[in-house]
Structures are given as structure tokens and as C-alpha cells.
């Protein structure tokens, strides 16, 4: 995976700096589970750990892109910026109470990462990309996530409950998120995103396309039982 890789798809897929918005499903898990002293990992924008920093918690925010650092400094001045790797974290054992690691762990050595995380916090929110249902691919369909080169893999409910075996770590939550809904997704592709060609097969095709509960995403949050 190159950098520059790495800065394109932070742009196209919009979770580069100056692009993301606040998703709201994110931030209410903030809200509910963040707790005490944070660290933001793969931060990229910045803007959840402004969040954090706006609900009151003392919050650093680690990146190995310097751009991204340097962009977060200028935007975010009352606010702690580092470059790092999440495989290998600058921090001393139990540093922090939470660690958030939005869409990061398909992007590096998860179980490597995952190790560290629970080295310096007893309490990990993160998020990954679902993998892709096979109703989607009845209908030539897939998420947007997998043309993102710097993905290294995507997950399921069970290979994420893999992650965390009961015997180390209590699953708080743990399910999928950011649900879809298929038949937008098919007329979408249909209409090549015209506005009266989608108006027309919305009203054609809609009421007879499955439903299903589809995701896109997988959240969690994790305590650790054991000592590092």
C-alpha cells in the first residue's frame, strides 16, 4: 500500500481531512461509551476526536500519514496530534481508558494492532468494513468499501467475534451498522444516478425488490478482562 494510495482514497471514500462529516451512529457510540482519557488512532480528519475533545474528555490523536497530522494541528491547535503506527504505539501499558479506532483495522495487521490497543486502554471502540451479503451480488451489487485498494480485508459478525474471544474480553456491543437498503442501491445503478430515470424505476421496480437487513458496517466496543 503506497501513500499516495493511501491519500487518493482518503479523498474518494471521504474520510480524508476536509471531506468526512460527523456520522451520527458514531457519535452517539462516542457518547454512550467513550469514557475517561482517549486516544483517537488513524484519525485521519480529526474530526471525531474534536468530538471527543467536545464532550469533554482529554484526548490525543495518533496517524502515520504527517499530512494528516499537520492539517489536524492547524484545524484542532487545543488538541494533542502525533504520527505513529498503531502496530507498534508510543504509549506506556493502561495509558488510556478508551482507544477509538474507526475504520482503521482493515487496514493494517489487526491481530498485531489489537494487541497494542489493549496494552495501553482497557476499552476499544472501533468500527470495520462488513463484508459483502450475497444478495448484493445477486444483483451485481457491493460496497462502495471495496474499491478501496487500502483495504486489506473486510469482516464478518463471526470473524470479528473471533477477534475477542469471550475468555479475554467482554463484547459490550457488537453488531452491524449502517444499514442499506438494497432496492436504492439497485435503481441507483440502474439509473446512472439520473433524477426522473431513477423517479421512474423507483416507482416501477421498488415494490417488488427484497428488503432484508443489510449493513455496510460492523461496530464494537470491547473491554478487556485480563491484563496486558
Given at each position: 500500500m503506497s501513500t499516495n494510495n493511501y491519500l487518493v482514497n482518503g479523498k474518494r471514500f471521504g474520510w480524508g481531512p476536509g471531506i468526512v462529516k460527523i456520522n451520527p451512529d458514531k457519535a452517539n457510540l462516542l457518547k454512550k461509551y467513550a469514557k475517561g482519557k482517549c486516544l483517537d488512532l488513524g484519525f485521519g480528519s480529526g474530526i471525531y476526536t474534536k468530538y471527543l475533545y467536545d464532550l469533554g474528555h482529554e484526548v490525543t490523536a495518533l496517524d502515520n500519514q504527517t499530512s494528516f497530522v499537520e492539517t489536524a494541528i492547524k484545524n484542532y491547535p487545543d488538541i494533542t496530534f502525533m504520527v505513529g503506527k498503531a502496530e507498534k504505539l508510543p504509549f506506556a501499558?493502561?495509558?488510556?481508558?478508551?482507544?477509538?479506532?474507526?475504520?482503521?483495522?482493515?487496514?493494517?495487521?489487526?491481530?498485531?494492532?489489537?494487541?497494542?490497543?489493549?496494552?495501553?486502554?482497557?476499552?476499544?471502540?472501533?468500527?470495520?468494513?462488513?463484508?459483502?451479503?450475497?444478495?448484493?451480488?445477486?444483483?451485481?451489487?457491493?460496497?462502495?468499501?471495496?474499491?478501496?485498494?487500502?483495504?486489506?480485508?473486510?469482516?464478518?459478525?463471526q470473524s470479528a467475534k473471533e477477534l475477542f474471544p469471550k475468555k479475554k474480553y467482554k463484547r459490550v456491543f457488537l453488531k452491524?451498522?449502517?444499514?442499506?437498503?438494497?432496492s436504492g442501491l439497485l435503481i441507483d445503478q440502474l439509473s446512472n444516478k439520473i433524477f426522473l430515470k431513477k423517479l421512474l424505476l423507483k416507482s416501477i421496480l421498488k415494490p417488488f425488490l427484497p428488503e432484508p437487513p443489510l449493513f455496510s458496517t460492523i461496530f464494537g466496543v470491547i473491554d478487556r478482562k485480563t491484563k496486558p
Open positions: 501499558n493502561n495509558q488510556y481508558d478508551t482507544v477509538v479506532a474507526f475504520d482503521i483495522l482493515e487496514h493494517i495487521d489487526d491481530k498485531k494492532t489489537l494487541t497494542e490497543i489493549f496494552r495501553v486502554t482497557k476499552r476499544l471502540i472501533f468500527s470495520v468494513p462488513l463484508q459483502n451479503q450475497e444478495i448484493l451480488l445477486r444483483f451485481g451489487l457491493s460496497h462502495a468499501h471495496y474499491l478501496d485498494q487500502t483495504h486489506l480485508r473486510t469482516y464478518t459478525l452491524g451498522s449502517l444499514p442499506l437498503s438494497i
